[in-house]
């Protein structure tokens, strides 16, 4: 009896050491057993600065690609303006106001009337407003300490002494904007320049326009259409290039950080290759192209190359 538990105890053992060793685990099941760490505080909103923080460095505007390999601005500052903000108008003033929970919150009051091109970046308000009944601004509103500052004070109500008037602004950063005075060539030279032979064949812009749109018999009818007033106009800037030296837009920059500000001159002329001259008369060469809307950034500002 005391052989048989023996050999049932010896088959027992060498069936055991025959058997396969359990496999390891693997790493996917390893980290299953480990205990998961639960958060102990919710996500945080990104933290609000000081105006003195915040107002030191630069927060810039996303630039975007045209298409064309060039840096151009975007309107998304305008598009994204937050629905809590409007404009209104109060008897002969304006106001920017924003709807809370505990009811409407008067941001700003503008006793001239002229609040309008609201654009939103990172908890700033940029806006055109007046100074006084001759001069318009634009204008920063930080929310966080409701603190508003003037970063341009001198753009005039209507056409200035050059006959240039403010067209529209772009936020670039936090701290720097870029603004763009337009000439009127269809309103001030459109007349006058209709029935004689500018353009570069010998034709008048009436002969030209008859023939393309053969129900445009005087200037009146050409104002009738879009299409073609909008052709004229940009032929238009062409023509006083060359015969007055003029060009059709005066584009601004500036800097509230380094008080700087810089211009240059362009045409309303829409391509993908927006002309630039510089304040001196040269013209952009084609490698600062790549700076696109940016074009403070050319080397003629930068001290890079300048003068050689």
């Not at 105006?51 to 601005?73: A, H, K, M, R």
Request: aromatic share 12%; proline share 6%; glycine share 6%.
């Amino acid at each position: 009896m005391k052989k048989t538990a023996v050999l049932f105890i010896l088959i027992a053992l060498i069936f055991s050491a025959c058997a396969p060793a359990s496999a390891e685990p693997t790493i996917t099941e390893a980290m299953a057993t480990q205990p998961t760490e639960v958060p102990t505080t919710a996500a945080t909103q990104p933290e609000i600065l000081d105006y003195e923080t915040y107002f030191s460095s630069l927060d810039p505007v996303e630039p975007v690609d045209d298409g064309y390999g060039n840096l151009v601005l975007s309107n998304a500052p305008i598009n994204d303006v937050p629905e809590e903000f409007a404009v209104e108008a109060a008897g002969e003033e304006s106001r920017l106001t924003r709807q809370t929970d505990e009811g409407q919150e008067v941001l700003f009051t503008d006793p001239y009337g002229v609040l309008n091109e609201v654009q939103y970046h990172n908890r700033c308000l940029f806006f055109l407003a007046g100074i006084d009944a001759e001069t318009n601004g634009i204008y920063r509103l930080y929310l966080p300490e409701g603190k508003v500052d003037v970063l341009v004070e001198d753009i005039p109500v209507g056409s200035g002494e050059d006959g240039y008037r403010f067209s529209y602004f772009k936020v670039v950063s936090n701290c720097e904007l870029t603004w763009v005075c337009a000439y009127p060539a269809l309103e001030a030279h459109g007349a006058e320049y209709w029935n004689q032979p500018v353009l570069q064949d010998g034709q008048t812009p009436h002969e030209m326009f008859h023939g393309l749109y053969p129900q445009v018999e005087s200037y009146e009818d050409l104002l009738e259409n879009k299409t073609a007033a909008w052709q004229y106009a940009q032929t238009l800037c062409g023509v006083l290039r060359e015969r007055t030296g003029r060009y059709t837009e005066e584009l601004y920059y500036r800097n509230t950080m380094t008080e700087e500000t810089r211009s240059c001159f362009s045409d309303a002329v829409y391509s993908s290759q927006m002309p630039i001259v510089y304040p001196d008369g040269t013209a952009r060469p084609e490698e600062e192209r790549k700076n696109g809307d940016f074009w403070w950034l050319d080397s003629y500002y930068t001290g890079e190359n300048h003068g050689e």
